[in-house]
């Protein structure tokens, strides 16, 4: 007999959720997700796991954070890479991703803001207004980054609805920069100490930062696999995995993707894919994708090719780099946690070499066929950027197709056409 469905509105109420039009968010994700997802033929069984985590990702999993903070530990929220979950898993705090990946109450955001700033921030605002994330509603701190100008100043107008504390990340990576990150961190170490009533220790950073390590070790293995023809998991179920590795708890996910990894590498050991051999296969580069954005890689697969790496924030850059296991004190640690976040590929940096060449580096890696460079538009950093990824691209043969878009669903036929003619350029 199944157990009958729990009833979370208790919960949200006390959050502060409006629950009319939460009720009406939450309506419409499940048809999102099935048209994208459970229309795949060959999904790995252990994606089963992925398909219960997005049914409850407003119930279980919030009842879960709540449960936390009912036993005295605290909620972190962010929107960014650059915010250490190791320190605030060493604190004892759990630490999610706020949601930001589809359009909510955009009228109210243009009241407050220019109506072409991207979707990305258009997205959380438009959450936060209309009371709709119970991730931001439970979170005890958001952390905010200075990264582009957008989210700078958007910070300053969320800092006026939530408890908002913001790290000023440099712009560039000389050893100057480094040393400043440096001492950010420390201020953001003791403000986190503050929230959570905890201090940190040698023995708390070191078994959070090889907790999390293990989780992007997990999603290095299930990345790994994708490198084999026939691909053996879709580009959107390895997109899911990482966008779930946000706010999901760290010990179960690992342990659940490595589920999924040691089904992947029967697959390639037994030759057999998600997809047919030959499948035209496309690198995805460009701005995040938080759920339920699935648009880009749902429309490249849909017209019949298979997504193998994504050069994201929800993709190799929250995975690839590991913090140092080997510091024996919290400064070293500390200096650790510097060094790996200061190395991610932003575009918010200039220069910012290091993505041009992880592009390249990845798309003969995983032999892609092709580059979608996905943009969302009034994003300054990545537009402008896409023509330094386009030339390195073409530099090295690798054909390119710029998307620029937003959340909406206006533009996929236009999109569909323009990847389907790119697909057939590729054969
Ligand atoms: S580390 S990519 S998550 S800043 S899309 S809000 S850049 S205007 S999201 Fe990002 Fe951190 Fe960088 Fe990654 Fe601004 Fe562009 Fe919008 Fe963006």
């Given at each position: 007999m199944s157990e009958a469905p729990v009833d979370y509105h208790p919960m949200w109420e006390e959050l502060g959720l409006d629950l009319d039009a939460h009720d009406m968010l939450l309506a419409a994700i499940p048809q999102l997700y099935a048209a994208a997802y459970l229309t795949q033929a060959k999904r790995p069984e252990g994606m089963a796991y992925f398909d219960f985590v997005m049914s409850e990702i407003h119930g279980l999993r919030i009842k879960e954070l709540r449960d936390h903070q009912a036993a005295g530990g605290k909620v972190i929220g962010s929107f960014c890479l650059y915010v250490p979950e190791e320190i605030i898993r060493a604190l004892g705090g759990l630490s999610v991703g706020l949601c930001a990946g589809a359009e909510f109450a955009y009228d109210e955001v243009e009241r407050i803001m220019?109506?072409?700033?991207?979707a990305l921030i258009k997205s959380f605002m438009g959450f936060k207004l209309a009371k709709v994330c119970p991730y931001l509603e439970a979170s005890d701190l958001v952390v905010g980054e200075t990264t582009c100008d957008g989210k700078k100043k958007a910070y300053e107008l969320l800092g006026e609805m939530a408890p908002v504390y913001v790290v000023e990340l440099p712009q560039m990576k000389n050893p100057g920069d480094l040393a400043f990150w440096r001492s950010e961190i420390d201020r953001l170490v003791a403000k986190l100490e503050e929230v959570t009533g905890r201090e940190l220790t040698a023995e708390n950073l070191a078994a959070a930062i090889k907790e999390v390590n293990d989780k992007r070790r997990a999603l290095q293995r299930l990345n790994a696999?994708?490198?084999?023809?026939?691909?053996?998991?879709?580009g959107k179920d390895a997109l899911l995995a990482v966008q779930v590795a946000f706010y999901d708890d760290v010990p179960r996910f690992t342990q659940m993707v490595n589920k999924v990894a040691d089904e992947l590498e029967a697959r390639v050991a037994a030759n057999t894919g998600a997809t047919p051999a030959g499948t035209p296969r496309v690198l995805v580069t460009g701005t995040p994708m938080a759920v339920p954005n699935w648009k880009v890689h749902d429309i490249i697969e849909k017209a019949g090719a298979v997504v193998v790496s994504e050069e994201l924030c929800t993709g190799?850059?929250?995975?690839?780099k590991l913090v140092a296991e080997d510091r024996t004190t919290v400064d070293g640690m500390l200096d650790a946690v510097a060094e790996k976040y200061l190395d991610i590929n932003c575009a918010c940096f200039t220069p910012n070499p290091g993505r041009a060449e992880d592009i390249i580096r990845l798309a003969k890696e995983y032999k892609a066929d092709g580059i979608v460079d996905y943009t969302l538009q009034s994003c300054g950093p990545y537009q402008i950027e896409s023509s330094l990824v386009e030339r390195a691209a073409q530099q090295a043969g690798f054909p390119v197709l710029r998307i620029d878009t937003d959340y909406s669903m206006e533009d996929i036929g236009q999109l569909s056409t323009r990847v389907e003619a790119f697909l057939e350029m590729l054969k």
């Open positions: 220019p109506r072409n700033t991207c696999a994708r490198a084999a023809d026939p691909a053996p998991i879709s190799r850059r929250y995975y690839s």
